[in-house]
């Protein structure tokens, strides 16, 4: 079936350093989304991309998805202690509304 | 305007024992999901309705688990009986027929001992 991959499963880096999460899906996606999951907390929306090569920007986070809408990247620049957390890629199954959720890449800033 | 409200947020019960997750989606989300959380892993959907129809329960273990969303609103997922493995965190999201981004409860931390 469908499958939804994330590299790294973990990241630990400095405060200030850059951070960038990929996300891999087995089959053509319709749109992707991005979710961050702060310690303890649940799922929090971050952004919908659906054309073939989009990037979009938000203050400091980058995302882009792929030409051939098959993969997806985070990037996070200067980051700081409030961006801790897993971040989840999702991707619909084809032609449903079902979304697959990636494996998530789990970050932590160390002060 | 209200989140997604889950209740109770904490759960412990032996196994064997029956245990039932409310959900209160967002007002005027027609879709509501629940998936499943283990612990370092992704939520994985558990059953998705429209309204009061549920339209993608293929994922719901239905010797164990039921769900119901009589009203087309609040929503009862239950499991009967539980098991050691299903101790997991039980997330509720809902999505407005405009948008499928979804928004998710608190979610509840169930422990079977």
């Known amino acids: 079936g469908q499958q939804v991959m994330q590299i790294p499963q973990y990241q630990h880096v400095q405060e200030g350093e850059d951070f960038t999460t990929y996300c891999n899906s087995s089959?053509?996606?319709?749109?992707i989304q991005w979710y961050k999951q702060r310690p303890g907390g649940h799922p929090v929306f971050l952004i919908q991309?659906?054309?073939?090569?989009e990037v979009k920007k938000q203050k400091r986070l980058t995302f882009q998805f792929g030409e051939a809408k098959k993969n997806s990247s985070l990037h996070i620049t200067a980051t700081q202690t409030t961006d801790v957390g897993t971040y989840f890629c999702a991707g619909p199954r084809s032609g449903t509304y079902k979304y697959i959720f990636g494996t998530g890449t789990r970050l932590k800033v160390l002060a | 305007e209200a989140g997604v409200v889950q209740s109770p947020r904490y759960k412990i019960i032996e196994k064997k024992q029956p245990v039932a997750f409310w959900c209160n989606p967002i007002s005027g989300h027609n879709t509501l999901y629940w998936y499943l959380q283990n612990l370092g892993q992704g939520p994985e959907l558990l059953i998705r309705?429209?309204?009061?129809?549920?339209?993608?329960d293929s994922q719901l273990p239905k010797d164990r688990f039921s769900a119901e969303r009589l009203k087309g609103v609040d929503s009862t997922l239950k499991i009967q009986p539980a098991e050691l493995g299903d101790s997991a965190v039980y997330l509720c999201?809902?999505?407005?027929?405009?948008?499928?981004?979804?928004?998710f409860g608190a979610g509840t931390r169930l422990s079977v001992l």
């Open positions: 999201a809902s999505s407005s027929a405009l948008s499928n981004i979804q928004y």
């Open positions: 309705y429209e309204n009061e129809e549920a339209v993608d």
């Open positions: 991309l659906v054309k073939s090569g």
């Open positions: 089959t053509t996606l319709s749109n």
